[in-house]
């Protein structure tokens, strides 16, 4: 298993990774190969300093980094030593299974889908994010930003792609699915809402359960919950600052807001892409990292990705 990581992505890269790398290999359950890409001038002296030199790491120079602030398709094209740009090629070209970055999410997002392509029969792939439920369970909700503006026939393919990460991933037996809508009934909503339902309704792929409503989000009526990006953004966004409501008002050990940290699920999967693809928290630091890694190597292990084109093709 290879997993490649960009340790240029990242505010506070490279140290960052490089802890988060050392944190994944002192608990490693199976051998994991780590690529490291970046600058080698940057990057070796923080390994050695970090005491990282098992045979399981291997380091791949790239010495352009993409910023923040570039255009990312201008940028991969211009910058093809860039480590985002190195790393997808690597991916593509079978030498890593999987690549992770906390870097530019637009370099990330255009690296994903046209240097690995989507999955056959996928319309738009989406990024998904954790929703912690109340009851001690882990809720998946999809689209949370790649897609604003969708059809019905996106969400319906939304609802699959989540549902077969949630099972593979999550472990939960034939999940459930809830529209996210204004109210529970039947015919409720937007059109885009009223023109989902009876797709969703009809998919035998999946199991629908109906409107769910803001209030249902982090109950347990639905495991998989289904929106354009526009709302699932705003979803998510919100929920990003429960944590740090609940530590400012003196609830920082509180057992569930605590499972709100972005942290603790490290990075946000590309679904409906070939390939694995990891993407981070600018803000990541080493339990971040390493947590990015886990997702990885256990979206390599189950063979999600290869699991999703069996389902469209089917």
Do not use: W
């Not at 003196?250 to 409906?272: A, I, K, M, S």
């Amino acid at each position: 298993m290879n997993i490649g990581i960009d340790m240029m992505g990242g505010d506070y890269a490279p140290l960052e990774a490089a802890k988060g790398i050392l944190l994944f290999l002192s608990d490693a359950k199976i051998e994991v190969n780590i690529f490291c890409i970046g600058d080698e001038q940057l990057m070796n002296p923080l390994l050695k300093e970090q005491d990282l030199s098992s045979p399981l790491l291997h380091t791949v120079h790239a010495p352009e980094v993409i910023g923040y602030n570039e255009h990312p398709t201008r940028a991969l094209k211009e910058k093809q030593a860039s480590s985002i740009a190195i790393g997808f090629h690597l991916l593509a070209t079978g030498k890593i299974d999987a690549f992770i970055s906390a870097g530019n999410t637009g370099a990330m997002l255009v690296g994903a889908m046209f240097s690995i392509k989507a999955i056959p029969g996928v319309m738009r792939p989406t990024i998904a994010t954790i929703v912690p439920k109340i009851n001690g369970s882990t809720g998946v909700l999809l689209d949370v930003g790649l897609n604003a503006d969708c059809k019905p026939e996106h969400l319906n393919q939304f609802a699959l792609l989540g549902s077969l990460y949630a099972e593979y991933i999550f472990g939960i037996n034939n999940p459930s699915v809830g529209l996210i809508n204004v109210g529970e009934e039947e015919g409720k909503g937007n059109l885009l809402a009223q023109a989902t339902y009876p797709l969703l309704k009809e998919n035998s792929a999946i199991r629908f359960t109906g409107n769910i409503e803001g209030r249902d989000l982090f109950g347990d009526k639905a495991d998989v919950m289904v929106c354009e990006g526009f709302t699932g953004n705003i979803v998510l966004k919100m929920a990003e600052t429960f944590y740090d409501i609940a530590k400012q008002r003196g609830l920082g050990n509180d057992e569930y807001f605590n499972r709100f940290h972005y942290e603790n699920y490290g990075g946000t999967p590309v679904l409906g892409v070939a390939k694995p693809v990891i993407i981070g928290h600018g803000i990541s630091n080493a339990k971040a990292f390493c947590n990015m890694i886990k997702v990885a190597e256990k979206m390599i292990s189950s063979n999600i990705c290869a699991k999703m084109a069996e389902s469209f093709q089917a």
